[in-house]
């Protein structure tokens, strides 16, 4: 059974420094992509960073380039989002995600499609205040 399960989320200021934490088992972790998205109130999911199994390639959303950083730990099957330099804007349900392990490979075109990804965690609630 695949679980994917967030950590870090809370309540910071404009300006903070915040960092999110995914735990993944029931996967061939090191063998897969990991990607992270966020769901504002009102608005769709949207992309925020994803690497590649090895860790050598990421790839961001405009928004966060340059603020975030998406990292992951292979021995221990997780993967991190370090948050700097949070603005209101941040404000949103932050998911990991995960394709399936028989799915397409991640590339700078595809990276962001919502139906790359097979497995999704509950949610980690990040709120920015101003």
């Known amino acids: 059974q695949v679980q994917l399960v967030e950590s870090g989320g809370g309540l910071v200021q404009a300006g903070d420094s915040l960092k999110l934490s995914c735990a993944a088992s029931g996967l061939p972790f090191t063998t897969i992509s990991m990607g992270w998205f966020r769901q504002a109130p009102g608005k769709e999911r949207e992309f925020v960073a994803a690497v590649t199994w090895s860790g050598d390639n990421a790839y961001y959303a405009d928004s966060v380039k340059g603020r975030f950083t998406i990292s992951r730990g292979n021995a221990k099957n997780t993967v991190d989002l370090q948050m700097n330099s949070l603005k209101p804007e941040d404000t949103a349900l932050y998911y990991c995600?995960?394709?399936?392990?028989?799915?397409?490979?991640?590339?700078?075109?595809?990276?962001?499609?919502?139906?790359?990804?097979?497995?999704w965690g509950q949610g980690t609630r990040v709120t920015v205040s101003s």
């Open positions: 995600a995960a394709p399936a392990p028989t799915g397409p490979a991640l590339t700078n075109s595809n990276v962001g499609r919502l139906n790359l990804y097979d497995y």
